[in-house]
């Protein structure tokens, strides 16, 4: 059975950081493409950052936000910085076995961890 589990979210003031993790389990990690999306309320899911043997940003996240995995540990990362209160969402990793930008690409998801950032 496969398993993404969020981790890392909180509350955090514009301008400041925070690091997402995502651990999965059931899957071959490596072989797997990892995604991080979010959901604003009233707003449709989007494309943050992607990975596999290389990373995507969506253009406002670029040179803030950077996608990460350690294949020891299963685990992929998003460091978040200099937040803004526009970054507050759910956000959710997701696994495919090829990377894409489409949410509906994925296979796989976790349950979502939340990130307020206050103004």
């Known amino acids: 059975q496969v398993q993404l589990v969020e981790s890392g979210g909180g509350l955090v003031q514009t301008g400041g950081s925070l690091r997402l993790s995502c651990a999965a389990s059931?899957?071959?990690?490596?072989?797997?493409?990892e995604g991080w999306f979010r959901q604003a309320p009233g707003k449709e899911r989007e494309f943050v950052a992607g990975?596999?043997?290389?990373?995507y940003y969506a253009d406002d996240v670029k040179g803030r936000f950077t996608i990460s995995r350690d294949g020891a540990k299963n685990t992929v990362y998003l460091q978040m910085n200099s937040l803004k209160p526009e970054d507050t969402a759910v956000y959710y990793c997701?696994?495919?076995?090829?990377?894409?930008?489409?949410?509906?690409?994925?296979?796989?998801w976790g349950q979502g961890t939340q990130v307020t950032v206050s103004s």
């Open positions: 997701a696994a495919s076995p090829h990377y894409s930008s489409n949410s509906e690409d994925y296979e796989y």
């Open positions: 059931g899957l071959a990690f490596r072989s797997y493409a």
């Open positions: 990975i596999k043997w290389s990373t």
